[in-house]
């Protein structure tokens, strides 16, 4: 584990390297209400590692300080862009670039994408609004992106669904929906092998 400072407090790197060559390099966050070790999180770090990806799972600083909920997006990205920066330092952003991570850390990845120079998005249960709340709509921030995105989506999603999130989907996004609702914990084997499958078209 990779302790990094940020202007927020620390974060954690969690690193996986696959056995050969380094085809490209996935970095993970988390959600708002969990950790970096989610089911899905996990899983698709080791799905992506065996497919030649390094894989870094990042707990941002809110959660390193054991704090249940999460700041402003912009402290959000900001906590995230400061560990970006380090890892583009320590040399290990190698390859094409991927951001990912699940609910709230997807969002994240959507909007500091473009400036971070991502080769594309890995969204895992995207909120695109409120349980209950769809006039609340987080559209935009999928539309940040401006690369390559693929949203796993669970088929129950009180967040909202597969349907939903595909009539707002940008350019070059795909939904992929799996069984389940916003955890993505009934079948994470489905997520990992979307995930990896998409990875290998990039």
């Known amino acids: ?33 969990g950790s970096v070790d989610a089911a899905d999180l996990v899983a698709v770090a080791e799905s992506a590692c065996a497919a030649g990806w390094r894989v870094l799972r990042v707990e941002q600083p809110w959660r390193v300080a054991g704090r249940r909920i999460a700041p402003a997006p912009a402290r959000l990205d900001e906590g995230w862009t400061a560990v970006l920066a380090t890892l583009r330092d320590d040399g290990v952003l190698t390859g094409p670039l991927v951001l990912g991570g699940r609910s709230a850390g997807a969002r994240v990845a959507c909007r500091t994408a473009s400036a971070a120079g991502a080769a594309g ?11 209950g709340r769809p006039e609340k709509s987080r559209a935009a921030e999928l539309a940040l992106a401006g690369v390559p995105l693929l949203v796993v989506q669970g088929a129950t999603d009180a967040f909202g669904g597969p349907a939903e999130v595909t009539a707002v989907l940008p350019a070059g996004g795909r939904v992929h929906a799996v069984v389940g609702d916003h955890s993505l914990k009934q079948d994470v084997t489905a997520v990992a092998t979307a995930a990896a499958d998409w990875l290998s078209t990039l």
């Not at 790197?13 to 209400?33: K, N, Q, S, Y």
């Not at 998005?121 to 349980?131: C, D, E, K, M, N």
């Open 1 to 33: 584990m990779r302790e990094v400072d940020t202007p927020l407090g620390p974060a954690h790197v969690h690193r996986h390297e696959p056995d050969g060559a380094v085809r490209g390099t996935l970095v993970l966050g988390g959600g708002a209400g």
């Open 121 to 131: 998005v890995l969204a895992l249960a995207f909120p695109l609004h409120p349980p």
